[in-house]
């Protein structure tokens, strides 16, 4: 009977691959002739490492400016740290969706740009000197949102600001926090250069845990959450119906909110193109990426097409108040034009171009059939 | 004519058949089961699908079906011990039926993890409770002589053998699309992603290959029933069968549904097969040899007058159910209307994206909902892309607000779907008031037709 045998060696392989488990088939094969490893690398190289390098360049120069300013503490000092300090603001637009690896595990961006701040929060830290700022309770009482409160709001006119960082508890809790946003991006910073960049680019296969898929999912929710809701959606009052013009990005020193969302909307533009960093050349990225895979099944261009939708969105922004703020208050539909031609972009992406890459939106942990 | 067909059917359900194929299949059935429930309790899915979701979605009428807290762990258990029961024959009818009922209440609590092989395990579950399984070797024959049967009803064991070419052929025809065949949808769009597989990854991304996958599975979908069927190509099929669900466990995440179908197709092979498992295991369990063979036939006037009745309007059922979408205007892969429950299985690529507006329809003051403050990321995903879930969204959402202390609550979806590989485009009316529709009203004028 060497047909049962047949069938018993059959039912064995099925019994094998049932003791398999689910993320087996990863190992770095060879692929189609789109290097995705090509892209990791250049993601890693080119744009992430060399990113936090300048963003924590940033902050070492805005904690010296800082120290400089306690040694002689001045009108044109606070000056000089208020730029160091929206300079560091701006360098972090550059950083804020690269949630993978340590910046993931330390909740990086938790820490460093949740908005609005909590105002009475900050000052009972401060005279209590009771906390702990590695809690989660405490995300809205540091990084740059409460530096925004520290450098801008905590008097009306520049002399009542001088006056309360003058005193040095204040002083001491805003040292605190910029020491601290230096330490987690740093650690972030050194764990690329020492060890997550191999892994980050070895990892080069299709799975919910690929380098690819995830930075694709964490760059798609940063475009969602944090740029269209977050800068745009929520303080324009999208969700709640009513507008929240304190919820705006740094409203305190107000005028940057919309040079912060010009920023972050270009490195969201930048790493779609693949721009590099430093040399601004254009590498392998998502838009090379569409394009190849566009190519076996679809005729429509997609990359011209979210290009398009995005530059529409900036030059929306173009027309509005340097002060989101005001512009809320004055005229918010100006606001709400800017959300519906994002809303658009996030279609195509969360649409077309995960059908296109075919990665799935937030990796659903079941069966499907 | 007349005649000749009644003593064709008389004669056939009169037919007897050995007891050993439907054992080895009750064996395997649950003993796959409690794999199955084991491995969806071990991967935390009881606590994510069930009891983290605030928002179920229902299937129609069937709302009262409610997740019962923490008891689901309960459910799960019972399920799992029925499994088991079944499978080692121990007070079989009562594991039958409790295994039917349990399984069959869990996939009705929540239609966004419907899969069409939890729906064949509760078809499979309900002909079990019918079927003479246990008149071998199971413990219930074992201690009762009385129930030992060595032959049984041939129709008993054909039973499912309809029930598996039903789900092939009707899954074999659903595959008989334009996009599936002549656009290699949507297995163009699944397979490049699969460049990392060993040898066949770099294949992957090759048009004849997304072809050759799509024009195989229907032919392997509509023939090979009929090649299980025919003995000399019985082994030959079997082997395909092997290679084709492996071959779709290493491509999708399909779970359980794979290994399912592989142990049941065994159901095919000849008496004498299945009873070189059984005394294999007899071996195992150090059983005397021909402790189960008593020369006696199971006969119950019970089983010819009632469940024979029963099960020949419950197949008759099963050939039509699946049928119902022809009913309904528009496309089955756009409007989903009729796309459950009839075999569609790994049919298409649909990518959607859904935002509810919540309007005060006297004032005219409006905002939007972020759907992840009420559904899970499952939930949000199925719920964009079918329209009867974006209804039952809509409508808990304005309850919602309502509650809340809003007025005059219309609520209204920007929705856009792209089915394989096509561009995005709108999916419902936009100008709906959801707070006003039925599903009928739905489906027949808010659904803004597929634009090929």
Known sequence: MKFNKIVFASICLSLLFISCGDDEVNAGFSTDSFDRKEMLQNWADHIIIPSFESYVNSLVDLKSTNESFLLAPSTESLEVLRSAYINSYLSWQNVAFFDIGKAEEIGLRNFSNIYPTDEEAIIDNIETKNYNLELPSNYDTQGFPALDFLLFGTADSNEGILNFLQRENNSQYLSVLIDRLLKISDEVLEDWKNSYREIFISNDAASEIASVDKLVNDYLLYIEKYLRAGKIGIPAGVFSGNTLPGSVEAPYSAIYSKALCLKAFEAVQDFYSGISFESKLQLNSLESYVDYMIEKNHSEDLSAEIKNQWSYAVNKIDFISSNFGSQINEDNSKMLEVYDEIQKSVILLKVDMMQVLNIQVDYIDADGD | ?452
């Not at chain 2, 969806?40 to 699908?49: H, M, P, R, V």
């Not at chain 2, 295994?99 to 509760?122: A, G, M, P, Q, R």
Request: glycine share 4%; charged share 15%; aromatic share 20%.
């Open chain 2, 1 to 452: 004519m007349v005649i000749d067909s009644r003593s064709f059917f008389s004669s056939y359900f009169s037919k007897n058949s050995k007891a050993a194929p439907l054992a080895v299949f009750r064996i395997l059935f649950g003993l796959v089961m409690l794999f199955s429930i084991s491995r969806f309790a071990y991967n935390g899915w009881i606590e994510t699908l069930y009891l983290a979701p605030s928002f179920h979605f229902h299937y129609a009428g069937l709302a009262f079906i409610k997740v019962p807290g923490v008891y689901i762990y309960l459910i799960f258990a019972v399920c799992g011990l029925a499994a088991l029961m079944i499978s080692i024959g121990f007070k079989y009818r009562l594991a039958s039926v409790v295994f039917f009922i349990s399984f069959t209440y869990i996939e009705l609590l929540d239609k966004t993890y419907y899969l069409n092989h939890y729906y064949f395990i509760s078809i499979i579950g309900f002909l079990l409770i019918f079927l003479p399984a246990h008149s071998t070797y199971s413990i219930d024959a074992y201690k009762d002589d009385s129930i030992i049967r060595e032959y049984i009803p041939k129709w008993t064991i054909d039973v499912i053998k309809l029930m598996l070419a039903i789900v092939y052929f009707y899954a074999g025809l659903a595959k008989l699309n334009p996009d599936w065949m002549f656009r290699a949808m949507p297995l163009a769009i699944w397979l490049p992603s699969k460049f990392n597989l060993p040898l066949l990854g770099s294949l992957m991304h090759e048009t004849w290959m997304h072809y050759l996958f799509s024009w195989g599975g229907a032919l392997y979908d509509l023939s090979i029933v009929f090649f299980l069927m025919w003995k000399p190509t019985r082994v030959f099929a079997f082997i395909m069968v092997v290679i084709f669900h492996l071959l779709t466990r290493i491509l999708f995440p399909i779970g359980m549904f794979p290994y399912i179908m592989i142990f049941s197709t065994l159901i095919f092979f000849d008496a004498n097969f299945h009873e070189k498992i059984l005394a294999a295991i007899s071996n195992i369990l150090k059983l005397k040899p021909g402790v189960f063979q008593n020369d006696q036939a199971y006969q119950s006037s019970f089983l010819n007058l009632f469940t024979l009745p029963t099960l020949i309007l419950f197949m008759i059922f099963q050939i039509l159910f699946p049928l119902r979408s022809l009913a309904y205007p528009g496309s089955v892969y756009w409007t989903e209307q009729g796309y459950r429950f009839s075999w569609r299985v790994m049919l298409m690529e649909k990518t959607a994206y859904a935002n509810f507006k919540i309007v005060n329809g006297e004032n005219g003051k409006r905002f939007y909902v972020q759907n992840d403050d009420f559904l899970s990321p499952v939930q949000e995903k199925q719920m964009s892309t079918q329209p009867d879930f974006i209804l039952a969204y809509g409508q808990y959402l304005g309850k919602h607000f309502t509650e809340q202390g809003h007025e005059n609550v219309e609520v209204y979806v920007e929705s856009y779907a792209a089915l394989n590989g096509r561009k995005n485009q709108p999916f419902i009316d936009p100008k709906a008031n959801l707070m006003k529709l039925d599903y009928r009203s739905l489906c027949k004028s808010h659904i803004i037709p597929l634009n090929d």
